[in-house]
């Protein structure tokens, strides 16, 4: 397909997709992007760009929260976000969007609360026990309050922004709710996580406008291209390929030989191919694809039954007949 910069199409061609502009979230999602083989293109300092080879596809830089809030009022097709601030700012109406893959396996972290380290408490039901009114700084309100709630906490939430790390040390707060990754930034102001605290587990995930869905086969389309290079890409990093040579009479004895190893089954069966030797003999090459996790038992199978000269090389992608996740889209539009 003919690559080009998509501000050559009118509007009303371009289907857009923001993801984030700054921080950790637009470093991986572009990471990502990149991975399941989408090469991204952006003018300097423009906060638009596009994807080599789609050229109606229109990527638009923004933040997480403008995104958001594109994809509802369908200003945008799709977009990538963190669960954590989606759900917050959908908490209240959330069948405008659909999210079509719901871990796309970064941008992990988790909304906790968090209190003094000097606090005995280790628990909500603790926190229940102090018999007062919490003051609790969060910048997700809603998901705040709701947790609150479903433990009968009495609590007054104070306005945050910024660091809030630092709110109960400055005394502007009791405690806080905020998102967690390597806990080191609580650690540094002196705070610690509730055992059971953990308010939302938040990835990043791919979104798209219901209604536009519904409506335009085109976008539908798209989705399903999307969504099929995301799950290859993320079944993928699970795997490796493992190439390796073997004396014997023929494909069907070395299968049975492989067969009588569990580790040697692959995902559907090895790849037996015969090799020409200059140096004569019954020789074939075997491709199998295996977990990555038991490959050192995958290597020690295959040299028990005589295979050498093993070759490992990363899987880029591993495709299904059609993504689970894209039946699941089509009956989640057809119910609402």
């Known amino acids: 397909m003919e690559n080009k910069n998509v501000s050559e199409k009118s509007d009303s061609q371009l289907i857009r997709m923001g993801i984030p502009s700054k921080g950790r979230m637009a470093s991986e999602t572009q990471e990502f992007l990149d991975s399941c083989g989408f090469k991204l293109r952006r003018n300097r300092q423009q906060y638009i760009g596009w994807l080599e080879g789609f050229p109606n596809i229109q990527i638009v830089f923004q933040r997480q929260k403008d995104i958001i809030n594109g994809v509802f009022n369908g200003n945008l097709e799709f977009g ?40 005995k408490e280790i628990s909500m039901k603790d926190l229940k026990q102090r018999k007062q009114i919490l003051r609790i700084a969060s910048k997700f309100p809603l998901l705040t309050k709701d947790f609150f709630g479903r433990h009968e906490l009495d609590f007054e939430l104070i306005k945050a922004e910024g660091t809030i790390e630092v709110a109960p040390t ?132 295959l040299r028990e039954i005589g295979g050498s000269g093993v070759v490992v090389s990363p899987t880029l992608f591993i495709f299904e007949e059609e993504p689970k996740r894209y039946k699941e889209l089509l009956k989640n539009l057809e119910d609402k």
């Not at 959908?90 to 606090?119: A, R």
């Not at 005394?171 to 390597?182: F, K, M, P, R």
């Not at 409506?215 to 890409?233: G, H, K, M, P, R």
Request: hydrophobic share 40%.
């Open 80 to 119: 990538i976000v963190g669960f954590d601030i989606l759900t917050e700012l959908t908490l209240k109406d959330p069948n405008k969007i659909v999210i079509i893959h719901e871990n796309l396996e970064f941008g992990k972290c988790t909304l906790e609360v968090s209190i003094p380290e000097n606090w």
């Open 170 to 301: 400055l005394g502007y707060s009791d405690i806080i709710v905020e998102l967690v990754s390597t806990g080191q930034t609580l650690k540094d102001n002196r705070l610690k996580m509730l055992q059971d605290g953990c308010v939302l587990q938040s990835q990043a995930c791919f979104i798209a406008n219901r209604k536009i869905l519904k409506q335009n086969q085109i976008v539908l389309d798209i989705s399903s291209t999307f969504l099929e290079y995301f799950e290859a890409t993320i079944r993928a990093k699970e795997y490796v390929s493992v190439f390796i040579n073997m004396r014997g009479k023929d494909p069907e004895n070395i299968a049975k030989k492989m067969f009588t190893k569990e580790s040697l089954k692959g995902l559907q069966g090895p790849t037996i191919s015969p090799v020409i030797s200059s140096e004569g003999g019954s020789w074939f090459a075997i491709h199998i694809i295996v977990e990555k996790r038991k490959l050192t038992e995958t290597i020690r199978a």
